[in-house]
């Protein structure tokens, strides 16, 4: 399990956690509420207020949830941007050294073919000077 595959399950598991708690809480506070012994009204306000609290809660941690939200998703905007930077940048780079070493090589050929054309001309100008010695024998 790589990292990334970690930080999902304990994100998935402290979300569901919470979900949990939350709907845990209410309906703790709904039982808490229809067995205390009040009278209609009282309960009424009672479920109102605590329906009202549970509203604002539900509220807040939405707004902290969007707020973390945005933050993940700037840093991983951010470290998106900075891996294709460097992608970009080694690419040029690896392009760059194999244009030299491409030119270096065909520099390299170019000059060993021109040192094997005069080596063979010489060599063949030495041959048939040999040849004609041969042929042609100075008495």
Do not use: W, Y
């Not at 109102?48 to 939405?62: G, M, N, Q």
Request: proline share 2%.
């Amino acid at each position: 399990m790589n990292e990334t595959e970690k930080d999902q399950s304990v994100q998935c598991s402290s979300n569901t956690f919470l979900k949990g708690a939350l709907i845990g809480g209410l309906v703790g506070a709904v039982a808490a509420l229809l067995f205390a012994p009040k009278p209609g009204n009282e309960l009424r306000e009672d479920l109102c207020d605590k329906l009202a609290l549970a509203t604002d809660k539900t509220k807040e941690v939405a707004g902290t949830v969007s707020d973390k939200t945005k933050e993940v998703a700037s840093v991983v905007t951010d470290k998106a941007t900075e891996i294709a930077r460097n992608i970009s940048t080694r690419t040029s780079d690896v392009a760059k050294t194999v244009a030299e070493s491409t030119g270096n090589i065909v520099d390299s050929v170019r000059s060993a073919s021109t040192d094997v054309a005069h080596d063979i001309k010489d060599e063949s100008d030495n041959i048939s000077k040999e040849i004609n010695k041969d042929l042609n024998p100075k008495v």
